[in-house]
């Protein structure tokens, strides 16, 4: 009965896998090719035959033996680390990062799948994530929606943090945009990787536009909603001193 079961899970998560790393083709609505995720030309690299040769390969070791909660959770982060493995190789890295924002609501398992993972938690103004979540053909479709989504987030990530004591670097989006390079060199060094600020914002671009975008997209019945959903969450994180912004 609990082999059954075990099976019957195994095969489950392998449909999500399968179907989540597939791209129907046709796809629109998106800012940047790279948003068409996994599969972008910016995003990840290992294919979709990686995905079912490595998935299948991990879910057959989960059915063959009865494992503790340790072993089970070490044999899933070699899957994962196989799979990046293949990513590294074909973009010529040394090492990887995962940006998911939605990562924040999954700090407790993500603890447990890289006990020794350090965390940089990118903080930004809510009203610019929730402008630029609703261009997006997979994101929320109000305002109200956006601001809850990223007050959510925020507010969990925090918890988490606090509870697990996990090593975090807490980078505010602005900061990194107006200054990059000395930001980035904070970074580097909190991550132990060698490596030229300068030399590496060659190749990676940084839009500066990106900040203050909701002054001009926000209506006043949105500046409204924002307040009343996370106005203080604003002020909490130093963005505003009080309310006068919804004017």
Not at 177 to 185: F, G, H
């Amino acid at each position: 009965m609990l082999r059954s079961r075990v099976e019957k899970e195994c095969e489950r998560f392998r449909g999500k896998a399968i179907v989540y790393n597939k791209i129907s083709p046709g796809k629109t609505n998106i800012k940047q090719n790279y948003e068409v995720f996994p599969f972008g030309e910016q995003c990840i690299r290992y294919s979709i035959d990686d995905v079912v040769r490595e998935t299948d390969r991990w879910l057959e070791t989960l059915k063959k033996r009865p494992a503790n909660d340790s072993a089970i959770w070490n044999s899933a982060r070699d899957y994962v680390d196989r799979l990046f493995a293949i990513h590294c190789a074909q973009m010529d890295k040394p090492q990887w990062i995962n940006k998911t924002p939605g990562f924040l609501n999954h700090l407790d398992g993500l603890s447990k799948l890289y006990p020794d993972a350090q965390h940089i938690h990118i903080i930004r103004d809510g009203r610019d994530v929730a402008v630029s979540n609703l261009s997006l053909h997979w994101g929320p479709g109000t305002v109200r929606e956006a601001v809850r989504r990223w007050r959510d987030l925020i507010y969990v990530g925090q918890k988490t943090i606090r509870s697990k004591q996990l090593p975090v670097f807490d980078l505010r989006y602005e900061d990194l945009i107006e200054s990059p390079a000395p930001v980035l060199r904070r970074i580097l060094d909190f991550l132990a990787i060698q490596g030229d600020p300068e030399s590496l914002l060659s190749v990676m671009p940084v839009f500066k536009a990106s900040s203050g975008k909701w002054r001009k997209t926000f209506t006043a019945e949105d500046r409204g909603v924002f307040a009343k959903e996370a106005g203080d969450m604003l002020i909490q994180l130093g963005y505003e001193k009080n309310y006068d912004w919804v004017k």
